[in-house]
């Protein structure tokens, strides 16, 4: 590594064989790394009491996260600790932090699970977002975005790492280039969602004719021709929500990551309805999302009213005749 991601303090060699480790695992470990080199520079500066990694440096490091939620402190003081972890191999007597006095992560947040008529009301109101001469595809970008993230299931990066050779019109399929994990797959998509991408690449091309195969499909440009950010998602997305008067129980706003778990529990709903067979659908819906099992999958699965009642209808359908059977013996005994 090089220029501002060059690591030069005394843990220098140990910090760069322990990413390299974790990015042979397949782990892409960005945050990590940014977290590992705060930590370098600051044992670096001059007003540093220590050039290595003490309890003193490790607190007073901390201390620079003041204005961070617990969570995302808890977060970086762990990857901290979980590299001390690795370097005690080498170094049987360094310094590793005890996580007992981290502060206490926040209670997690609840998901917000959206409902084909809200997407429904969301896409209406996109024809309420204004349209720049500098962002002529503002309005229709954010209409993509909704349709894909809802009916994909995508995460935002990757929505917004897609590429226009990235749809294929012909299989009508989306091709996820190495996401999480390094994993590259391919999604097929429902006929009206091939034709929104369709309509979208067609208007795109009204604008600037001759697109580039390697062209951001969300492409900006007012940015030089890069993909729309992630800020500018955010932002249009509250404009749609705040329009449509979409709000979680607690009065905020829905996240970008929502729209994923939706994707996930609508999913079930759908084939609990279709009277399938869930359980043996589950790995092609962790296929389809770009989990490494069936258990990063679960994390998705949120047991929300409508699902309830959907799957304690198929458990009745299945064995409900043995519950009765069960019952009736019980009261001849009596």
């Known amino acids: 590594m090089s220029g501002n991601t060059s690591f030069r303090s005394s843990m220098a060699a140990d910090i760069l064989d322990y990413i390299s480790l974790k990015q042979a695992l397949g782990r892409r470990f960005y ?39 617990s969570t995302s402190k808890r977060g970086r003081m762990n990857v901290v600790r979980n590299f001390c972890l690795y370097r005690r191999r080498r170094h049987p007597s360094c310094f590793v932090p005890d996580s ?24 209406r109101y996109t024809e309420c977002i204004p349209e720049l001469a500098r962002s002529p595809l503002r309005r229709t970008a954010t209409r993509l975005a909704v349709v894909l993230l809802y009916t994909t299931g995508l995460r935002r990066g990757e929505l917004l790492r897609l590429r226009v050779a990235d749809y294929d019109p012909a299989a009508r399929m989306l091709l996820i280039r190495e996401s999480k994990f390094h994993k590259s797959r391919l999604l097929p998509l429902p006929e009206d969602v091939a034709r929104e991408v369709e309509g979208f690449l067609k208007g795109h091309a ?64 759908r084939w609990y309805r279709d009277g399938a067979e869930v359980g043996a659908k589950l790995p092609y819906l962790s296929t389809y999302l770009g989990h490494v099992s069936v ?21 009745g359908a299945h064995y409900g005749a043995l519950i009765e059977d069960h019952n009736a013996d019980e009261k001849e005994e009596e």
């Not at 994390?299 to 304690?312: D, Q, V």
Request: some cysteine.
């Open 31 to 69: 945050q990590e790394t940014r977290t590992l080199l705060s930590l370098d520079r600051f044992l670096c500066n001059p007003a540093s009491p220590s050039a290595d990694l003490t309890e003193e440096t490790f607190r007073l490091w901390a201390d620079l996260m003041h204005s961070l939620c």
């Open 206 to 269: 009204k604008i600037r004719p001759a697109i580039p195969a390697e062209a951001p499909l969300l492409w900006n440009p007012h940015c030089g021709g890069r993909a729309f950010t992630a800020t500018w998602l955010t932002e249009n997305l509250h404009i749609l929500f705040d329009l449509a008067g979409i709000r979680k129980p607690n009065g905020c706003l829905p996240r970008v990551h929502d729209f994923r778990f939706s994707f996930a529990v609508n999913s079930l709903i």
């Open 100 to 123: 007992t006095q981290f502060p206490k992560a926040s209670p997690p947040v609840q998901p917000y699970i959206f409902s084909d008529a809200e997407v429904g009301r969301l896409l």
């Open 295 to 315: 258990v990063s999958t679960f994390h998705y699965l949120r047991f929300i009213e409508p699902l309830a009642e959907l799957a304690s209808a198929a458990f």
